[in-house]
């Protein structure tokens, strides 16, 4: 019957062999690594250069780069000494963090959010009156564009023209207010696959 958890599986409790373990302090460590290096390079790759986006389809390039490079790395590490190569759910702890590395900063995830905190601004006209409908009815948080005293047009200028250093004051509120949006959605997201995850795949 689809659901019904028998007396043995509740009751049984596998010992695990360390070897197998998924989380283990070098893949934390490596995780982090590869998280600072997509959120790093990946913004750079899309704007600057346009050239192949490691972040972007369902299967990431960049995630199958490292998957790939790890392989590769295992054969070596197995040469030099068994113990040191990574286990098979050590690889796809790596595996599935770096898809996460991936698609956050990339065209998969949150790279259009900076844009388009200042793009209706920036694209607003004296015809379409975007800046008429929307300067009044948001809170000064909402953009780096806007502020207590009005519209900042300088700063608007300069994210797509360049020519002057970021202005970091204007641009911490709105990161921030809208990060907390952000998490919050990954947070339920993440609470709806562990909801899920069991129907799926322990009875289905």
């Not at 360390?18 to 390079?41: C, D, H, Q, W």
């Not at 750079?44 to 995630?63: C, M, Q, R, V």
């Not at 990060?179 to 995850?197: D, E, K, Q």
């Amino acid at each position: 019957m689809i659901g019904q958890v028998t007396k043995e599986s509740t009751t049984s409790s596998p010992t695990l062999n360390p070897k197998s373990y998924a989380l283990t302090p070098r893949v934390i460590v490596l995780s982090l690594l590869l998280a600072l290096f997509f959120g790093y390079a990946n913004p750079h790759i899309d704007f600057l250069f346009s050239n192949t986006y490691l972040g972007s389809a369902h299967l990431p390039p960049g995630a199958i780069g490292v998957l790939l490079l790890l392989i590769v790395c295992n054969g070596l590490l197995h040469w030099i000494g068994p113990r040191l190569k990574f286990s098979r759910n050590e690889l796809l702890t790596v595996f599935i963090t770096t898809l996460f590395s991936c698609l956050v900063p990339g065209r998969g995830g949150e790279l259009f959010f900076i844009p388009n905190t200042v793009g209706a601004f920036y694209y607003a006209t004296p015809e379409n009156k975007w800046r008429d409908l929307m300067l009044p009815h948001l809170p000064h948080w909402f953009s780096p564009a806007q502020s207590s005293s009005g519209y900042n047009s300088d700063l608007v200028e300069a994210f797509y023209n360049g020519g002057q250093a970021v202005p970091w004051q204007a641009w911490l509120l709105p990161i921030a207010m809208w990060a907390i949006l952000i998490f919050s959605l990954y947070t339920m997201l993440g609470c709806l696959a562990v909801i899920l995850r069991a129907q799926w795949a322990d009875y289905e």
